[in-house]
């Protein structure tokens, strides 16, 4: 019976993220809109286009090798099955004994490779700038997320989440530097990741500007609906690792009785919802920066939580 | 100015220029007074146009406050190269060489520029001869060098834009060279206006580019009505003055929003589109037109302003002094806006003087050459404009000029209004001043852009007999090339909407 259970619990998660990945989209396109004093599309428009994207022809350029075919299909698993395991609306999942936050890390730098590859894979300028431009972002980034996780599983003991979940779940944590380091070290890293001003811009037409725009120019139909996808399912992932490890109000545990999962749920859409309402007014009152300030800008998050490390062993009396 | 002799005096034969009324008279001369001229060029002595017609061509030339046309006879299809003296000067001469098939001899560069193969037709100014339409490749500057490679981009853009063709050279992110090819916007709109009626050449002169279309056609104007001596009521003259700052400040707001829109800095954008679009729709309560085309006619307007629209834009002005100031300090004060700003495509002074480069080009690298003052052209005559001159040549002085040239317009649309005199709006034209069948005029006009420079000669009968018209970005464009250099490929979208070159009215 726990075994079923926990096989739905899982199932409903994994469905959940891709319900509500389109929607998080949405919301933040609207509220950017409407900062800009602009009606702005329905915050459905995701799934329309999504949809719309499904349904059309997919052109493909000559020269795109089986890898550019196929690299559409492999970001969107790589990003859905880590979105999976990200602490969503209940901590204790199935799946994530499975993988830890650093299995996390692994999946989401798979999927850039072959995003990557398949930005260099047509031979055009355009894929080739993104691509070079990506790596020097995620070169970056990769290394400032690890740190976010290793301060993360120094305090919990271990590199699943549902434990450091219940780490910062209980009353013990208390208030602590490292742990607020951290989250604005991963905060830092989740623009850069997800190709947010001020490091990339979603919404820009400037061929010469982009990073991951630039990257999946060449993608059209069913294949740029799975990078869509993937991307959309991203924003999601972060919002959620950052709500569900700083901010855990609300989830439900393994064990717990039904309506501690509705109430799970319901918190982790408020949460949502105040993230896409945040990174929207966010990116609005922020210009771009020039790509060589990118480096600085993740060098802080690095330092962070490079410095997050070091205060966690140095409060704790022993090196 | 330099110490040198006035060159030009020597041509007009008069010690001080006519300061009260600049015309552009026009002199014949020898091969070896160009070649003097063409060494003169640059240092104080501007050149403004160079053009072309069967068997001469024609340069326009000014200094300090003494302007002319020279022109040289070459019955045999070729002239000495001002370009190999004069490097502004040779994009002009092989467009002259496309349109007429002039060979301008010891051209450094003699590539074509306008015709890119595809008119059917060689020489279509002259010598028209058909040719097969097949877009002959073109051979782009050979670049050399470890590690570097090349990025094409256009004429079609991702975005609603009009066609160019940029190749940059690039060392990993750094711009080693940029190439412009332009010419895809070629309309052939001098040779459509040669032998059109004055009407219909006016209207086809406010079709070079859309967005300065009161600028040019009212450079038509003023050149047909120094060709055929007329005389325009006070009233036309008062209203063309008003719909060319009402021009400049919809565009000017325009380009401030899109400036910052390239830096991924929307909400500026946003803002003073609903400015511009409040200009453009007072301007059409006004006018009757939102980019006022086809108001300016020869001989006044065709339209009078009535007191509905007079009030339209009596608010429109008093509501963009209230809010600009607000989106001037957004703008002055978002860190990460200014960073982006702040000594990016810098244009070096000697550069905006040698290209003779108008508008906020030249003016943000301290040139502060207007022709509103220069030429004083009618109701500037009695105007003051002061034109904002900034040292840096950053796009952030770019902008700033713009700014301060919004805050100009609305204080000369508040003095236009107020003196607005009560006259008939549209006058005859005159017969010219009876010199034989053919006359001929010439005008400068400031364009948002930047000075537009405009010549006609016109039949007796009242038609087109020959025209010539040079946008602001003939001079911009070049620029552009230089102030990339050493820039970041990422950073080429802010420099370019910061020139905000022309493509329709440069291609022509």
Known sequence: MALISDYLVQGVQMLLVLALAPLVTGVVRKVKARLLRRRGASVWQPYRDLLRLIRKEAVIAENASWLFRAAPYLIFAATWVAASLAPTFASGLMFSWAADLIAIVALLGSARFFQTLAGLDIGTSFGGIG???????????EPALLMVAFTLSLLAHSTQLSSIIEVTQSPAVGLRISLAMVLVSLVLVALAENARIPVDNPATHLELTMVHEAMVLEYSGRHLAMIEFG?????????????????????????????????????????????????????TAIAKMRVFRVPEFLGGALMLGFLAILLLFVSRGHL | MTARPPFLAKLTGRAEPDATKRRWRRYPIDPAAWDELCGALGTGLDLVSLWGEPGAVHMALREGDEAVIVTLPCPSGRYPSVGRLHAPAVRLERAVQDLTGLVAEGLPDARPWLDHNRWGVRHPLWSAEPVAADGAPYPFLPVEGEGLHQIPVGPVHAGVIEPGHFRFTVNGEAVVRLEQRLGYAHKGTAALMTGA???HAGRLAGRISGDSTVAYALAFALAVEEATGSQVPDRAQWLRGLMAELERLANHLGDIGAIANDAAFAILHAHTGMLREQVLRASHTAFGHRLMMDRIVPGGVAQDLAAEGRAAIAATVGHIRRVFPKLVEVYD???????????????????????????????????????????????????????????????????????????????????MLETLPSDPILAPLGSGPAAGPETEGAALVESFRGDVFFWVRVTAEGRVAACHFRDPSWFQWPLLEAAVEANIVADFPLCNKSFNCAYSGHDG
């Open chain 1, 131 to 141: 691509s070079s431009r990506e790596v020097m972002i995620a070169s970056l980034a």
């Open chain 1, 231 to 283: 991307a959309a399912l991203k924003l999601l992932l972060y919002m959620s690792l950052i709500g569900g490890i700083f901010v855990p109000v609300g989830m439900a545990r393994s064990g717990d009785p039904w309506p501690a999962y509705f109430v799970g749920m319901g918190a982790y859409v408020a949460k949502l919802g105040v993230g896409a309402v945040a990174l929207g007014v966010f990116e």
């Open chain 2, 197 to 199: 009626p004055l009407a």
């Open chain 2, 333 to 415: 004060e978002t860190n990460s806006l200014q960073d982006r700003v702040v000594g990016t495509g810098v244009v070096r002074p000697e550069w905006v003087n040698q290209f003779a480069t108008g508008g906020f080009v030249g003016r943000a690298a301290g040139r502060a050459f207007d022709a509103r003052r220069w030429a004083a052209y009618a109701p500037y005559h009695s105007l003051t404009v002061e034109p904002p001159v900034f040292e840096q040549g950053d796009v952030n002085a770019r902008v700033w000029v713009r700014i301060r040239e919004v805050e100009q317009s609305l204080t000369l649309i508040d003095r």
